[in-house]
């Protein structure tokens, strides 16, 4: 970060508040700006201070944070980290699906001092995210609410290619993955018989509602996955937070194996290693996507893929919210294609015959 990042904290709870700010004074280069106790006064502050980031609680009285993102992201869009303990509901994804840019798992839902253990989450989030282009986030929050276009841009369906033989689709994405995969998703009308493996950086506790809120909106079946899972067409597996998802053959069929990260791999669940496993087993049939996100997570997996000829696709900088694990796949000279998201639903069904 090349200049001083301005932060508001935004939560009810005065002991939250305190523990937040502390770890933030404590990054380099970041300084608080103020805090808010609730909803309608952050709002205030957020017109009042013009921080550069906002950490949010969502949970808080007069107004909550749903209705907070809501009104900023109309009026002056900043980016947001949610601090949220809800993780055995919907409430974290739904703050995405309204801009929010990421989120930061609070150890309990109790004032507890096991909140310290965010610290280095919160700070590699916070360096990932300070300067987001909020135009992309805006954009990517009005196909995912409201299912409009992103401005300049239609959903574009390639051609359908008759000497297509993709059979199964591994994604991975981060920064702003989960409302570009439910736009994909979302616009997959039928249920054609393609089998889906999705690596989203995420922790532990969230994967579940996540597949939960991607299943209600298309017609394939979505999943959070488990060892011994059957790669099948039309579903979609989606890897566990906290732990990588792998696969291997098991006669005429491929399982799926939930194991746990190398202590070494940084970015969990780790696309490298979905990508690099799916390579092994599906060969030629494998088509690997590589969506928004921060790091390099992925690109030594699309080398995989297309070395055991595959195919390999990327989303364009134009409508990335991040555009650290694109760049990196498309600097491996090894990405087939690089397009926006608006486009990348109807050339993933065109390259397997759809």
Request: glycine content about 10%.
């Amino acid at each position: 970060m090349s200049k001083v990042v301005r932060v508001l904290v935004v939560d009810d709870s005065a002991y939250n508040r305190r523990t937040i700010i502390k770890m933030l004074e404590s990054i380099p280069g970041v300084e608080v700006a103020g805090y808010a106790c609730d909803g309608e006064e952050g709002l205030r502050k957020v017109f009042d201070l013009k921080p550069d980031l906002v950490t949010l609680d969502l949970e808080m009285p007069r107004m909550d944070g749903f209705t907070f993102l809501r009104i900023v992201m109309q009026s002056r869009p900043t980016p947001v980290i949610v601090v949220s303990a809800r993780s055995e509901n919907e409430s974290v994804f739904r703050a995405l699906e309204f801009g929010a840019v990421e989120f930061v798992a609070k150890p309990s839902a109790r004032i507890t001092p096991e909140l310290f253990n965010i610290r280095d989450d919160l700070v590699r989030k916070v360096r990932e995210i300070a300067g987001t282009d909020m135009s992309k986030v805006v954009d990517r929050a009005k196909v995912v609410v409201h299912g409009s276009p992103e401005p300049g841009s239609a959903v574009v369906r390639t051609p359908v290619r008759e000497s297509a033989r993709i059979s199964q689709v591994v994604i991975g994405s981060s920064t702003g993955g989960p409302p570009a995969l439910q736009a994909i998703f979302s616009a997959i009308q039928r249920p054609y018989p393609i089998g889906f493996a999705i690596s989203q950086h995420m922790p532990s506790g969230f994967t579940k509602a996540f597949a939960d809120r991607l299943n209600k909106f298309c017609h394939l079946e979505i999943v959070e996955a488990k060892t011994g899972d059957i790669m099948e067409p039309g579903r979609v597996l989606i890897s566990p937070g906290g732990k990588n998802l792998v696969f291997r053959k098991r006669g005429t069929q491929v399982v799926a194996h939930v194991v746990d990260p190398l202590p070494d791999q940084r970015y969990i669940p780790s696309v490298d290693a979905m990508f690099s496993s799916a390579s092994e087993v599906f060969g030629a049939n494998l088509l690997g996507v590589v969506l928004t996100g921060m790091g390099n997570d992925g690109a030594r997996g699309i080398v995989d893929v297309k070395g055991r000829g595959g195919e390999t696709l990327a989303e364009s900088e134009e409508s990335s919210v991040v555009f650290g694990m694109p760049k990196e796949a498309i600097a491996t000279g090894k990405v087939d294609r690089v397009l926006p998201l608006s486009r990348m639903c109807g050339e993933i069904l065109s390259r397997c015959g759809y």
